[in-house]
């Protein structure tokens, strides 16, 4: 099923509006609510889909409503845009069943406040080409809705901790430093909520972690409006394919409760622990990603921004002359800070 938000009143392309949270017609200017649609209101238009599969499955084909053009789409797409007319197109047999999401947290950020954010970023790296933070050969910057699973999970057992106390006194012409040992043990049962896990194989892992936190209060309950004017894709791992990443968050999550839970040592660090980590439920929810491709020096570098938050993350290329001075500029201030602490102490001159 291709489902496309036309206006009321003029019959042009309605998107989703990051501002009002609610479907804009950029042609005159009409605004509808994403609770006046839902799901079911395109189950007439079924009748009129047209759809074939290529060999592997890799490739669909698809025809936009709007002009017609036939539309080739990976297997894993959700929602695009028609690349004859630019109309936004949402597939919607590929959000039907067990690829229904149910929950999606729209866009608050829109694309020339992710560029110009973008641009101010590029101008804070201190160690960046002069080039690079012009912030003048941004590629493309495209506006897609991520796959993730947030697990609700509980956090069993016990663990025993090393910790020590550290006293130092002063005895005559020696400073006594003591040094007593102690193990610790603490037993936990813990509830964690949403914890979340991109299940995009497109998407590196670290690049995803790195966008959190997600604001969970702006959460909503799916529905298709949201995507118009996106790019979206579904999941390729399910929940229990992902539980094993998840798993490994939530026994660091455990480990950082017991840790903060002893007071009073010098130092603390679990050396024994045995937890057992289940998952209670998962849903399947779309976040906001900003993909910013840059061009620098006949090579593509690739940044992430939180559509919702707007944080940024990625490796921005580095001026090895910018590196070299400021090694530098570091050695000659301690090497100052060298000499003016041997004056101060009676040194000699060198």
Request: glycine content about 6%; charged content about 25%.
């Amino acid at each position: 099923m291709v489902i496309q938000y036309k206006c009321p009143d003029c019959g042009a392309d309605m998107v989703f509006d990051s501002k009002t949270g609610g479907l804009h017609c950029n042609s005159c200017g009409h605004d509808e609510k994403v609770d006046n649609y839902t799901y079911k209101d395109f189950e007439p238009f079924e009748e009129h889909f047209h759809s074939s599969t290529f060999e592997g499955d890799e490739v669909n084909q698809y025809q936009c409503n709007n002009c017609g053009a036939i539309l080739l789409t990976e297997k894993d797409t959700t929602a695009t845009t028609c690349s004859f007319c630019g109309s936004p197109v949402i597939l919607g047999d590929r959000l039907s069943g067990a690829l229904a999401p149910s929950k999606v947290i729209p866009f608050t950020i829109s694309k020339n406040e992710a560029e110009a954010a973008f641009k101010k970023w590029c101008h804070k790296g201190l160690l960046s080409p002069a080039d690079f933070k012009k912030a003048t050969r941004i590629k493309s910057i495209t506006g897609m809705y991520v796959p993730f699973w947030l697990y609700d999970l509980n956090g069993q057992g016990e663990a025993i901790a090393h910790c020590t106390r550290v006293h130092t006194h002063d005895d005559g012409d020696y400073i006594v430093t003591k040094t007593s040992h102690y193990d610790v043990y603490r037993r936990v049962n813990l509830i964690y909520k949403n914890i979340p896990a991109d299940a995009s194989e497109k998407m590196p892992d670290d690049l995803m972690d790195k966008l959190e936190p997600f604001d969970y209060k702006n959460m909503k309950d799916f529905n298709t409006p949201y995507l118009a004017g996106y790019i979206s894709e579904k999941y390729n791992y399910t929940d229990k394919e992902m539980f094993p990443r998840v798993k490994k968050r939530a026994i660091q999550y455990m480990d950082n409760y017991i840790t903060e839970s002893i007071h009073g040592y010098s130092t603390k660090s679990i050396i024994n622990r045995e937890y057992a980590v289940g998952q209670i439920k998962a849903e399947y929810a779309l976040f906001p990603i900003w993909m910013v491709y840059y061009d620098h020096e006949h090579a593509e570098y690739t940044f992430a921004m939180n559509g919702q938050t707007g944080k940024i993350t990625g490796k921005p290329p580095i001026s090895y002359g910018k590196v070299t001075g400021s090694i530098a500029s570091l050695t000659f201030i301690l090497f100052v800070i060298c000499r003016i602490v041997t004056l101060l102490m009676g040194g000699p001159i060198l």
